[in-house]
């Protein structure tokens, strides 16, 4: 079975601080992975995704991640966090056929 | 994306109940899911919502403490039957064009059982 695993379970930056979130996962064929993220009091929202091709994907508000097939990594980079940028981060992957697993989140607070 | 709302929103309810929960979505959908996050913890899928057939549960699941039906290609219901305070959850739908496909997140229901 797929696993997933976020290194940090909590993170504290300062504004304009640079941002990198760690995912690992297990699994040894072709998967799909994502972050989602949840600000505090919303709904769990798609940050970005990867399906093939680049493995430099850029999201919504500035964020980007970058799929190392041989380290199964996807790691979460932002170059400069805001405080509008606390929330819980998840990572989650896929492969053909099942379903979504998800890490265990990282929350992030940033202070102003 | 598809607009996927829940009711209830939150809900505080007595050992030994059970509510129904129900996610509507403002387009038809292949695949519907349900998940549920524990305080403190991450997502865990429960089952995969079919339309017209029974529920698929994963490990740890069972049908007779979480019922769910899909009448239709936008509607879903989860049963959290005989509750106890370890139910307490957000419990969320997703849905999604197939397995593999990016799944988008329902508000959630904040369920507590005293």
């Known amino acids: 079975a797929q696993s997933v695993s976020q290194h940090n379970h909590h993170v504290i930056l300062s504004e304009a601080a640079s941002l990198e979130l760690g995912c690992n996962y297990s699994?040894?064929?072709?998967?799909?992975l994502f972050w989602y993220v949840q600000y505090p009091g919303q709904h769990l929202q798609l940050l970005l995704k990867?399906?093939?091709?680049?493995?430099l994907v850029k999201g919504i508000k500035g964020f980007e991640a970058e799929f190392i097939k041989s380290k199964f990594s996807f790691n979460l980079r932002k170059p400069s966090v805001q405080w509008s940028d606390t929330a819980e981060y998840f990572c989650?992957?896929?492969?053909?056929?099942?379903?979504?697993?998800f890490g265990g989140g990282t929350r992030l607070m940033v202070k102003p | 994306s598809a607009v996927i709302s829940q009711k209830p929103s939150r809900d505080i309810c007595q050992r030994g109940t059970s509510l129904t929960i129900q996610c509507q979505v403002d387009s038809q959908v292949t695949m519907m899911f349900w998940y549920r996050q524990q305080p403190g913890q991450s997502l865990t899928l429960i089952a995969t919502?079919?339309?017209?057939?029974?529920?698929?549960?994963e490990s740890g699941f069972v049908i007779d403490k979480f019922p769910i039906s899909r009448p239709n290609l936008t509607f879903s219901t989860l049963t959290v039957s005989n509750m106890s305070p370890e139910d307490s959850s957000i419990y969320l739908c997703s849905v999604g064009s197939s397995g593999a496909d990016t799944q988008y997140f329902g508000p959630g229901t904040r369920l507590t059982v005293l």
């Open positions: 989650a992957v896929n492969n053909a056929g099942n379903m979504l697993t």
């Open positions: 919502a079919n339309q017209g057939s029974e529920a698929t549960y």
């Open positions: 990867y399906f093939s091709g680049d493995p």
């Open positions: 699994y040894g064929g072709t998967v799909n």
